[in-house]
């Protein structure tokens, strides 16, 4: 699996949007974004995934370049609960290979009052 | 919905004992993962079931650690005999197929003294 760049921390104010980026320029053309987080003391959560165009739910959006060597997940809203570590995760779409997922040591994320 | 629960929460055990950890995946999800967090270092994979078939257990450390699925519902994972380094939070994910998103469970956090 293609590995990913991240910065180590990040700071938001509550309320405002958190825009958390990450680098996969050797991402190869079967392989999706995922993103996870983890909350102090608890199982990685499942946030969003994307292969090429932009995607959005209920909790982020992600933004993928058009050359998909990186990508940025957005909180639209960040509140006090969104404190966490986030993890960029590139991973291989065929149903019949590995679908391991390769944790990297993610963004943490301090949304300050 | 009940989501992926993992039994213990925590485990104290000395050094050389046995200890079992178990998995119950969310219902219907063929596909359960062991992954587990040491101190200090990245969530690493350990392997995946498919149903009741190991479909990569690359990341299993040793021969100390046996996983079983019997009849494809819940997993155990077995330490057997335990060492110092075994300590770590060990993580039970599962996803209804391979490439789809992974749900992980709180964890449990043995400790071997």
């Known amino acids: 699996d293609a590995k990913t760049t991240q910065p180590p921390s990040m700071d938001c104010a509550e309320g405002r949007a958190a825009n958390l980026p990450c680098n996969h320029s050797?991402?190869?053309?079967?392989?999706?974004v995922y993103w996870y987080r983890q909350i102090h003391s608890q199982g990685p959560q499942y946030i969003i995934h994307?292969?090429?165009n932009n995607e959005t739910n209920e909790m982020a959006s992600l933004i993928i370049t058009e050359d998909r060597k990186s990508s940025t997940l957005i909180l639209p809203h960040a509140t006090l609960r969104d404190t966490a570590v986030y993890y960029c995760?590139?991973?291989?779409?065929?149903?019949?290979?590995?679908?391991?997922?390769?944790f990297g040591e993610g963004t943490q994320l301090t949304v300050n009052p | 919905e009940a989501g992926v629960t993992q039994f213990p929460s925590h485990s104290v055990i000395e050094k050389g004992q046995t200890v079992t950890l178990r998995c119950d995946p969310i219902?219907?999800?063929?596909?359960l993962y062991w992954y587990r967090r040491v101190m200090g270092k990245e969530i690493k994979f350990l392997l995946h079931f498919v149903k009741e078939s190991k479909q990569d257990e690359s990341g299993m450390p040793n021969n100390r650690f046996l996983a079983e699925r019997t009849g494809g519902t819940y997993s155990t994972l077995k330490v057997q005999p335990a060492e110092l380094e075994d300590s770590g939070v060990y993580f039970c994910a599962s996803s209804q197929f391979r490439n789809t998103e992974a749900f992980f469970g709180q964890g449990t956090r043995l400790t071997v003294v």
């Open positions: 994307g292969l090429k």
């Open positions: 995760i590139v991973r291989r779409s065929q149903e019949t290979s590995g679908s391991r997922l390769t």
């Open positions: 219902s219907g999800h063929d596909n």
């Open positions: 050797t991402i190869s053309g079967n392989e999706y």
